[in-house]
């Protein structure tokens, strides 16, 4: 477990102190901890960039609202292990008196960690994951889902290129969010009128996939969708291209692909590839103007999950300073009623079921000789208004609203 100084990134030990802490918050202080991937699948996409995001979205409010406030940061790998995550979180709680969890963007990890916060009435930020929290699982109270989930990254594809007929082939990670990726992508394309013509699973995390892109190919499908994520996305995008399929009538979708993976990956290799993201670095002044303070920092323009970080601490402690209490349900509560604006996110409001609506996009991976730069990589091919982007509250079905 590490410890940061919100002034410097990289000292280890100590505490954020800006003047007086207010009378309401409980110890004196605010208490972030942020559970993240520093050495798995996900780590370029969450990890360091992710605590790079928080210490930023810090810095911003004690600039602010939350100017006389304390506030701590502390961090851990999770090891994308459920189990991991959740005894870090239960002491986290238990002995350090942690007001609210951070990141934790691995779906299995994010359904344990859910009745937890309930129990122990703290607030759970996830910058994106399984559309289950605000649905079955979800904890309207306490836990709050910010930049995607895995309908609307499904779904805002999925609805542009399926026409009745349409035939669908998956290659989904044989866990939760490939679990859930799976199921919202056949309701989107049944709904359309199109086909789903089967899956192939493979383990978490990838070791090879021709096979399973090899039985994707066979089948003959319009569109091939990869549904998982960070290594394993790109290790899809890198086979598909070995395989001819982006080169052939195939298209290839990748249901989770960051501008991280195609840097990674490279354009000569993901050109052409269809994705939906809820954030990227050069959609305005704004985004640009974020991301080019978090490069500074990190080496690196902010993926999604870590722009969602940002933008999911930073209103969280907007509301501790406008409600002055750290209480879970007081906070989720000033959250909802708080106007969302920072650089990150466009039209967003949180609504009732915990889900934060925003303006979402589909980009197109550019061709090597159409980018202008080092990070020059997609072209904006459609924006979704928030509201017809995310599942609706009444097709979500949470049933803990109203209650």
């Not at 972030?32 to 798995?40: A, F, H």
């Not at 859910?114 to 399984?130: D, M, S």
Request: proline content about 3%; charged content about 25%.
């Amino acid at each position: 477990m590490k410890r940061y100084v919100t002034g410097a990134l990289a000292a280890l030990t100590a505490f954020c102190l800006a003047g007086t802490a207010m009378a309401d918050i409980s110890d004196g202080k605010v208490k972030i901890g942020v559970l993240t991937d520093m050495s798995g699948v996900y780590s370029d996409i969450t990890g360091k960039g992710s605590l790079v995001a928080a210490k930023m979205a810090i810095d911003d409010c004690l600039k602010a609202e939350c100017k006389g406030m304390q506030i701590e940061m502390i961090s851990s790998d999770h090891q994308n292990k459920a189990d991991v995550a959740s005894a870090t979180a239960r002491r986290w709680i238990d002995q350090e008196q942690v007001d609210v969890l951070a990141d934790m963007s691995n779906a299995s990890i994010q359904l344990a960690i859910a009745p937890l916060v309930k129990e122990k009435n703290r607030v759970a930020l996830f910058p994106g994951g399984t559309a289950r929290l605000t649905g079955d699982a979800c904890q309207p109270d306490h836990v709050v889902q910010w930049m995607w989930d895995t309908y609307v990254q499904v779904a805002g594809v999925a609805n542009r290129l399926t026409k009745p007929g349409t035939s669908w082939y998956l290659v989904t990670a044989d866990y939760a969010l490939g679990h859930q990726l799976e199921l919202d992508a056949k309701t989107a394309v049944t709904a359309k009128g199109g086909k789903f013509l089967g899956s192939t699973r493979h383990p978490f995390p990838a070791v090879d996939l021709s096979s399973p892109l090899l039985a994707a190919q066979g089948s003959g499908a319009d569109i091939i969708a990869l549904a998982n994520a960070g290594g394993d996305t790109v290790a899809g995008i890198k086979t598909a291209r070995e395989f001819g399929i982006t080169d052939s009538k195939q298209k290839l979708v990748a249901f989770f692909l960051t501008a991280n993976d195609v840097k990674s990956v490279g354009l000569p290799v993901a050109q052409g590839t269809l994705l939906t993201e809820g954030f990227y670095w050069n959609l305005d002044d704004g985004t640009r103007a974020f991301s080019e303070r978090f490069k500074k920092e990190q080496g690196a323009m902010p993926s999604a999950i870590q722009a969602g970080v940002y933008s999911s601490i930073l209103h969280y402690l907007k509301a501790v300073a406008a409600a002055k209490s750290d209480d879970a349900k007081t906070v989720v509560a000033k959250m909802r009623e708080l106007p969302i604006k920072d650089d990150v996110v466009r039209n967003a409001k949180l609504r009732e079921d915990g889900r934060m609506v925003h303006d979402f996009y589909v980009f197109q991976v550019k061709a090597p000789g159409a980018s202008k730069g080092d990070w020059d990589l997609y072209d904006l091919v459609g924006t979704i208004p928030g509201d017809e982007a995310f599942r609706s509250i009444a097709d979500g079905k949470c049933p803990l609203l109203g209650k």
